[in-house]
């Protein structure tokens, strides 16, 4: 039997610090390798299913439903996920003023596991960047009275002095409310380009919009809803197609994307995520006036040459015209 003693003492609790360090090295390892694995199934299963493009593709269609003539230009930067997967991604927003994009601001995308807590910011440089423009209604759906415009003051005057080397914005209400195909036609006498519509999806009739004003005289909704050139995706959202402008040719084109989008939405995504996350409120509301009642629209955006805007004074469906941005001649095909 050994001899308990000091330097036998010194001996056991050295080997019991280098069995316990090791032990929790290897735990420390076994940690790290789990952490690891757990890292590369979830970044493995993230972009297995695509889903930063496929939430790329649907805040960018939100976007061009919800913000007259403002989108999120192609591809997006993004970050590494977030071991509770959460992951956030930015893209640039472009507005079209002639025939260039202009970068008026940054969507910052931020898509937690909880729609509830997954969010959508936009920095711009001005706090009215993407409500620069209102829509009034032309009659009330609730009675049918005829309602009136305010626009802003001295729009024509403006385009009238303005040098005619230069392209702009203009949106303006309508004097009744019309199909899009009677609008575009309306319109295809004018060197411009006819880039959003707000529309009239049951407003005041199946809901009751969440933010909406009027004087008595006149009545306009804060959440839009509209019409833009439109867009598709494949399957695994990595293939687009994109239409940028309103026209005779592609009018049709443009619709049934829109309602194909909407549907997809509905049938294959939560409430939580389109209202929620998106943003998209009353979107099954919507999609079923649309469907029994067809597209309806009350005004444009549209983009041109300033001396073709001015001849839009001359025409009697215009109201509530509103004024842009400006920016030198552009007006060349790339």
Do not use: C
Not at 205 to 227: M, Y
Request: charged content about 25%; glycine content about 8%.
């Amino acid at each position: 039997m050994t001899e308990w003693n000091e330097a036998l003492e010194k001996k056991i609790l050295k080997k019991s610090r280098f069995v316990l360090t090791v032990r929790i090295l290897r735990i420390l390892m076994i940690g790290v390798l789990l952490y690891g694995a757990y890292m590369i199934a979830l970044a493995f299963i993230t972009d297995g299913l695509h889903v930063a493009e496929e939430n790329d593709y649907y805040t960018k269609l939100a976007l061009d439903w919800t913000v007259p003539n403002v989108r999120g230009a192609f591809g997006f930067e993004e970050e590494e996920i977030s071991p509770l997967g959460t992951s956030a991604f930015s893209y640039p927003l472009v507005r079209t003023v002639g025939k260039k994009e202009m970068v008026v601001g940054e969507a910052q995308v931020t898509k937690r596991l909880a729609n509830s807590l997954s969010s959508i910011e936009y920095q711009t440089p001005s706090r009215d960047e993407l409500d620069r423009f209102f829509f009034f209604y032309p009659q009330d759906p609730r009675n049918g009275n005829s309602l009136k415009a305010y626009g802003q003051p001295d729009v024509w005057n403006t385009l009238d002095k303005l040098h005619e080397g230069t392209v702009a914005e203009v949106a303006f209400s309508t004097d009744r409310f019309m199909t899009p195909e009677e609008l575009v036609a309306q319109l295809e006498p004018y060197d411009i380009d006819v880039l959003w519509m707000p529309l009239h999806t049951g407003e005041f009739e199946t809901f009751t919009p969440d933010g909406w004003g009027g004087g008595g005289d006149d009545l306009s909704v804060n959440t839009l809803f509209g019409l833009t050139g439109g867009q598709s995706v494949s399957d695994d959202f990595r293939s687009f197609s994109s239409i940028y402008r309103l026209d005779s040719e592609t009018i049709q084109d443009s619709q049934q994307m829109m309602m194909a989008n909407m549907e997809t939405l509905l049938e294959e995504k939560s409430a939580s995520y389109y209202e929620r996350f998106l943003g998209l409120s009353y979107l099954n509301e919507r999609y079923e006036y649309m469907e029994e009642n067809g597209f309806m629209v009350y005004g444009a955006v549209v983009t041109g040459p300033v001396k073709e805007l001015l001849k839009l004074e001359e025409e009697a469906m215009v109201a509530g015209e509103q004024l842009g941005q400006v920016e030198l001649w552009n007006w060349e095909e790339e």
